[in-house]
């Protein structure tokens, strides 16, 4: 598949590292292996209401496969972490008790014995619900045996839709079975199945979510659904036109909370290699598709439209949606956040306006705020990107050249065969998502 290729590429550096890790870790036993990883650390996060504790495992299993890293585009979590996780891979594979107990013992090191509670604690791998990653051993550790003081009003973990089916969900229920309320996130990202997978290399469909939200209500967990504001290579209307339905979407199939996740930069995404590879071209730059140092982040003034515009197709949405931190201290890889014309004190203001909304509930304030950004005076700046970014046509023209110039990028001269197996559906083909609302 032609956007697997693109990643794979860009991961191989941290394949290499990965690979190099795990053959010799098997040189070791066990006993050795179990030694050299009880010292470390779990990623600790702790925010008002809830704490992001994110366990120390061998890595996720989606990005794993097949043998060569690749995953899911927009996503790195793990690029500073694989040579601990290709060797706690070895660990795994020898003996998956042991390896739970040192996963625990990060968590002890991290957190201390007994941890006090907030009222949410998000405790998850990549997919708790894989046992490549999880397996039971791990779920006795840290879900039936007891690691808090008091138990978290609610429990989180993270998984694929994919990997929500009766039978995992039955043997994770007798590991959570005294936690009345748990929640089970996942990611959805964007409600059209050809974004997700055939450009943000996701391999899950439409049918595969609904199926997991009904799963987990059957099974009395609550759904969460993360969805992404910002979608690498698209212009800012697109961005917005592909997140406000998006929302609407994942809301009319009973997802229980919608988390909006603000697309950053990472080194290893898809963002990050357009940033790196593409952020001088001269053709993109004509069409505003990268911005110099601005390429692969949207415009906090996009953000903010986008919340508006969500308000007002639907202004009981954010019951149950709300934004996560735009932070660069947000999770466990360095990355870089939106801003708009210039970073500083203000951009700044404005997320730190976005940031409290999921505090005070004031979205009724987003058309208010709408109103002040279009005073600021780098919204001329922005309104001459989205003049420029019109050039740019329908979604369609819009993926074909960001799609020719990673094939260029990658496929060096055989990149007209790695470009020709990027196809693109006929709905993409109408003019829209450029369009100033």
Same mark, same amino acid.
């Given at each position: 598949?032609?956007?697997?290729?693109?990643?794979?590429?860009i991961?191989?550096?941290?394949?290499?590292?990965?690979?190099?890790?795990?053959e010799a870790?098997?040189?070791?036993?066990?006993?050795?292996?179990?030694?050299?990883?009880?010292?470390?650390e779990?990623?600790?996060?702790?925010?008002?209401?809830?704490?992001?504790?994110?366990?120390d495992?061998?890595?996720?299993?989606?990005?794993m496969?097949?043998?060569?890293?690749?995953?899911?585009?927009?996503?790195?979590?793990?690029?500073?972490?694989?040579?601990?996780?290709?060797?706690?891979?070895?660990l795994?594979?020898m003996s998956?008790a042991?390896?739970?107990?040192?996963?625990?013992?990060?968590?002890i090191?991290s957190?201390?014995?007994?941890?006090?509670?907030n009222?949410?604690?998000?405790?998850?791998?990549?997919?708790?619900?894989?046992?490549s990653?999880?397996?039971?051993?791990l779920?006795?550790?840290?879900?039936?045996?007891?690691?808090?003081?008091?138990a978290?009003?609610?429990?989180?973990?993270?998984?694929r839709?994919?990997?929500?089916?009766?039978?995992r969900? @039955?043997?994770f229920? $007798?590991? #959570?079975? %005294?936690?009345?309320?748990?929640?089970i996130?996942?990611?959805? !990202?964007?409600?059209? /199945?050809?974004?997700r997978?055939?450009?943000?290399?996701?391999?899950?469909?439409?049918?595969?979510i609904?199926?997991?939200?009904e799963l987990?209500? @059957?099974?009395?967990? $609550?759904? #969460?659904? %993360?969805?992404?504001?910002?979608v690498?290579?698209?212009t800012? !209307?697109?961005?917005? /036109?592909v997140?406000?339905?998006?929302?609407?979407?994942m809301?009319?199939i009973?997802?229980?909370?919608?988390?909006?996740?603000?697309?950053?930069? @990472?080194?290893y995404?898809?963002q990050g290699?357009?940033y790196?590879k593409?952020?001088?071209?001269?053709?993109?730059?004509?069409?505003?598709?990268?911005?110099?140092?601005?390429?692969?982040?949207?415009?906090?003034?996009s953000?903010?439209?986008?919340l508006?515009?969500?308000?007002?197709? @639907?202004?009981?949405?954010?019951k149950?949606?709300?934004?996560?931190?735009v932070?660069?201290n947000?999770n466990?890889?360095?990355?870089?956040?939106?801003?708009?014309?210039?970073?500083?004190?203000?951009?700044?203001?404005y997320?730190?306006?976005?940031?409290?909304?999921?505090?005070n509930?004031?979205?009724?304030?987003?058309?208010?705020m709408?109103?002040?950004?279009?005073?600021d005076?780098?919204?001329k700046a922005?309104?001459?990107?989205?003049?420029k970014?019109?050039?740019?046509?329908?979604?369609?023209?819009?993926?074909?050249?960001m799609?020719?110039?990673?094939?260029q990028?990658?496929?060096?001269?055989?990149?007209?065969?790695?470009?020709?197996?990027f196809?693109?559906?006929?709905?993409?083909?109408?003019?829209?998502?450029?369009?100033?609302?």
């Open positions: 598949m032609f956007i697997d290729q693109i990643i794979t590429e991961w191989k550096p941290v394949t290499k590292q990965y690979k190099e890790a795990y870790a098997k040189k070791l036993s066990a006993e050795e292996l179990y030694e050299r990883h009880i010292a470390s779990m990623k600790y996060f702790p925010y008002i209401g809830v704490n992001m504790n994110y366990i495992t061998c890595g996720c299993p989606y990005r496969a097949g043998g060569q890293l690749s995953g899911c585009s927009m996503c790195d979590y793990q690029s500073e972490l694989a040579k601990r996780q290709g060797s706690l891979l070895a795994r594979e998956p042991l390896y739970a107990k040192a996963v625990k013992q990060g968590f090191n957190r201390g014995e007994n941890a006090k509670s009222v949410i604690e998000n405790v998850s791998g990549y997919d708790s619900l894989d046992h990653e999880v397996p039971e051993e779920c006795e550790e840290l879900f039936r045996e007891d690691i808090f003081e008091d978290p009003f609610i429990y989180n973990v993270e998984a839709a994919s990997t929500v089916t009766e039978e969900l @039955k043997s229920k $007798k590991s #959570v079975a %005294n936690r009345k309320r748990v929640s996130d996942f990611g959805v !990202e964007v409600s059209d /199945e050809w974004i997978n055939e450009w943000l290399n996701k391999s899950v469909t439409n049918a595969q609904q199926d997991a939200v987990l209500h @059957k099974n009395k967990f $609550k759904a #969460v659904g %993360n969805v992404l504001f910002g690498p290579g698209l800012e !209307e697109q961005m917005i /036109e997140f406000v339905n998006s929302v609407l979407w809301d009319s009973g997802i229980d909370k919608i988390v909006i996740h603000v697309l950053n930069r @990472k080194q995404t898809l290699y357009i790196q593409l952020r001088n071209d001269e053709e993109l730059l004509e069409k505003g598709l990268v911005q110099g140092e601005h390429t692969g982040l949207p415009w906090v003034f953000v903010i439209r986008g508006e515009k969500l308000y007002r197709k @639907k202004s009981d949405i954010f149950k949606a709300v934004v996560t931190r932070d660069v947000f466990s890889i360095s990355n870089k956040i939106c801003y708009n014309e210039a970073e500083g004190e203000e951009s700044n203001k997320i730190d306006y976005i940031n409290g909304l999921a505090l509930n004031k979205y009724d304030t987003l058309k208010e709408v109103e002040t950004i279009k005073q005076t780098a919204y922005y309104e001459a990107l989205l003049e970014q019109k050039k740019c046509g329908s979604f369609a023209d819009t993926f074909k050249l799609g020719k110039k990673l094939a990028c990658v496929g060096g001269d055989n990149w007209e065969t790695l470009y020709s197996e196809e693109i559906p006929e709905k993409f083909m109408q003019e829209r998502g450029n369009k100033n609302e």
